[in-house]
């Protein structure tokens, strides 16, 4: 039952990695299924939420739940800051860099948003 409780925390934490990169980039699976917007809109609006109320994530403490169960050890931060910010932030890392890789993010997100934005108003 303990290897049972490890394999769901594990695929929770799957779900949820993948759940963070559709709330960041799912605006590109809005250019082949336009439909998506109806799922990407509500659910970068609670990554959004989640972020800049500094709330956890509800599948954090379900994670760590099943964890506990499996005899391991949870964790007190959040996802992010456990999983997350260990690959965005290594060590050596400037604010040059970080500015760069902003700018970057920024930069990527509005073309793809004025693309969409232009063949929306093209049909």
């Given at each position: 039952?303990?290897?049972?409780?490890r394999?769901?925390?594990?695929?929770?934490?799957?779900?949820?990695?993948?759940f963070?990169?559709?709330?960041?980039?799912?605006?590109?699976?809005?250019?082949?299924?336009?439909?998506?917007?109806?799922?990407?809109?509500?659910?970068?609006g609670?990554?959004?939420?989640?972020?800049?109320r500094?709330?956890?994530?509800?599948?954090?403490?379900?994670?760590?739940?099943?964890?506990?169960?499996?005899?391991?050890?949870?964790?007190?931060?959040?996802?992010?800051?456990?999983?997350?910010?260990?690959?965005?932030?290594?060590?050596?890392?400037?604010?040059?860099?970080?500015?760069?890789?902003?700018?970057?993010?920024?930069?990527?997100?509005?073309l793809i948003?004025a693309?969409?934005?232009?063949r929306?108003?093209?049909?």
């Open positions: 039952m303990i290897l049972l409780y394999v769901a925390a594990d695929l929770l934490v799957l779900l949820h990695l993948a963070i990169i559709f709330v960041v980039a799912g605006g590109l699976a809005v250019f082949k299924w336009p439909w998506m917007a109806f799922l990407h809109i509500p659910a970068a609670w990554g959004a939420i989640i972020e800049y500094g709330w956890i994530c509800p599948l954090t403490p379900w994670e760590n739940n099943l964890r506990k169960l499996a005899g391991e050890e949870g964790y007190t931060e959040g996802f992010i800051e456990h999983y997350i910010l260990q690959i965005i932030y290594p060590p050596g890392l400037t604010r040059d860099i970080q500015t760069t890789l902003g700018t970057v993010v920024l930069v990527i997100n509005l948003y693309v969409l934005l232009y929306l108003l093209r049909n």
